[in-house]
């Protein structure tokens, strides 16, 4: 302590406290309310007699009161409380704090549970005076949280308000410029969606073909490329073929927002909330060639993909990982017969051609899978088929591995918040390679357990027995023989695989 004005100032180091502010967009008014947030607590700590430190302040910029896990300056709070580094922090208000009661009421427990002081000015709430009277928190949160609610049912209303008007609102779509708010046609853009239209309806071409007649234009400068990214999809044209924005038709209300364990999510609205305008803006192609291309009867009769293989969910490409897809097509001679083809297509060629993938050498179906059971067969004619002894040493290192694999990938986990909090990876980045850890995990937990339960394995050993004898009988469904055999088999561009087994037969 110190005296100052013959009062007596507790200083910073002997009460380290956290100033927390907040703004939710860049806006220049939003900007300004920053340094009022730090002034009104100032005030509050030089009325009460502490030291004010600049370098207590925590700011999270453009960030919603709605996503908790988000705000870094928030989880950076949160985990000086866990460390017990602070004794208090303020809000300016509730409102900063947080805008879901879920949220706000987590926040307070966590930083309660490790005796950290909390006090939201505006409310008058300070936890070292109420003590365990919650209600007045609780009733200030609940009213947090409804703002944001209101405030979406205005902003809502607001844009359906906009698109009355004829206005447009949200992502300009390919075709398309905006002038004035509106929509009007970008022409070189608009050939483009008009070549796609004709070659679906009047051409009969099917997404596949459509693609690659695209990026063989884009090649020679004949057409344009898309916005983002240099060459087309197949599923960029699906979206074109089914977008109603091309004939005039805006609708509105599709999507909802939702939170989701503190991230927000997208879904689908059912259709009868839907708003639809039609001709709300010009439109590229008529209201009929349009329908004509959503019309369900209408297939592309040329080529499909096969609805089911034997092989479903074990190929993979050599080149790029993607799957391998069985492709079906056919051709009709002058006498009306017609001879069937299906062979093997790298999945990433078939969306985007040479441009996704490279093309792999003509593999007949009927030829690989005849390839693969002999294969099979005579692995199982060279291997001991002591399985019992054979697994029981696989498992055991299989359980080593596995728990290896587990422990990495939680510190990895792990790892990942201090990066994000020290601002070393940004939010996109943090989310992906937390979902790919978390999932990794999953997945080696699951094989943990399936590899330590004595009555699985055994299970397992007459599987593997059961299945090699299905291989035998070559002419029924080996679906379920080789998913028990086979843990992946990859493709190589030059036609040659290589089978991964769900077991080691070299035991």
């Known amino acids: 302590m110190f005296k100052q004005s013959d009062v007596e100032i507790t200083k910073y180091n002997d009460y380290k406290y956290l100033i927390y502010t907040r703004v939710s967009s860049d806006k220049d008014s939003q900007k300004e309310s920053v340094p009022n947030q730090i002034d009104i607590c ?14 207590a302040v925590l700011v999270d910029e453009d960030k919603s009161g709605t996503l908790f896990l988000e705000r870094t300056a928030m989880q950076l709070i949160l985990q000086k409380a866990r460390n017990r580094e602070i004794k208090m922090v303020l809000f300016k208000s509730i409102h ?60 809502s209303s607001a844009l359906a308000a906009k698109v009355r008007r004829g206005e447009h609102i949200g992502k300009i779509p390919y075709g398309y410029d905006r002038i004035d708010q509106k929509l009007v046609i970008k022409e070189d853009e608009a050939n483009v969606i008009r070549q796609i239209y004709k070659w679906y309806n009047e051409e009969g071409f099917g997404f596949k073909k459509i693609t690659h007649l695209l990026n063989k234009g884009v090649q020679q400068g004949e057409i344009l490329p898309p916005r983002s990214g240099k060459a087309w999809q197949i599923t960029s044209i699906q979206r074109i073929i089914k977008n109603p924005t091309f004939c005039g038709t805006f609708i509105l209300n599709q999507y909802t927002t939702i939170k989701v364990d503190g ?49 479903r969910g074990l190929l993979k490409c050599g080149k790029c990982g993607s799957n391998i897809v069985i492709i079906q097509s056919w051709n009709q001679k002058l006498d009306g017969t017609k001879t069937h083809w299906r062979y093997l297509k790298c999945s990433a060629y078939r969306r985007s051609g040479k441009s996704g993938c490279d093309n792999h050498v003509p593999i007949r179906y009927e030829e690989f899978r005849r390839f693969i059971v002999e294969r099979l067969l005579e692995t199982g004619q060279k291997v001991s088929l002591d399985f019992n002894n054979t697994l029981n040493n696989h498992s055991k290192q299989q359980v080593k591995q596995l728990e290896n694999s587990i422990a990495k990938y939680q510190e990895k986990n792990e790892g990942l918040v201090d990066l994000y909090l020290d601002k070393l990876i940004d939010k996109v980045e943090f989310q992906v390679r937390r979902k790919e850890f978390e999932q990794q995990i999953k997945e080696a937990q699951d094989k943990l357990f399936l590899y330590k339960n004595e009555e699985v394995q055994e299970v397992s050993v007459k599987n593997i027995q059961q299945a090699f004898k299905t291989i035998e009988k070559k002419d029924q469904d080996l679906y379920h023989a080789l998913k028990v055999i086979i843990d992946y088999i990859t493709v190589n561009i030059d036609g040659s695989v290589d089978i991964k087994y769900n077991f080691d037969l070299n035991k």
């Not at 100032?42 to 370098?55: A, D, K, M, T």
């Not at 947080?98 to 966590?110: C, G, H, P, Q, S």
Request: glycine share 4%.
């Open 42 to 55: 100032r005030y509050w700590l030089e009325q009460n007699h502490y030291e004010f430190n600049e370098n």
């Open 96 to 155: 900063r704090l947080a805008r879901d009661l879920k949220d706000a009421l987590e926040i307070k427990e966590v930083l309660l549970g490790h005796g950290v002081r909390v006090v939201t000015i505006e409310e008058g709430y300070d936890s070292y005076v109420e003590g365990k009277n919650d209600m007045k928190f609780e009733m200030f949160s609940m009213f947090a949280a409804q703002y944001p609610k209101s405030l979406s049912v205005s902003i």
């Open 263 to 311: 991230r927000k999510k997208q879904i689908r609205n059912p259709e009868e909330k839907w708003i639809v305008f039609e001709d709300h803006h010009p439109a590229i192609v008529s209201k009929e060639d349009w329908k004509l291309a959503n019309n369900k009867k209408k297939v592309n009769i040329k080529t499909k993909i096969t609805p089911w293989n034997e092989f």
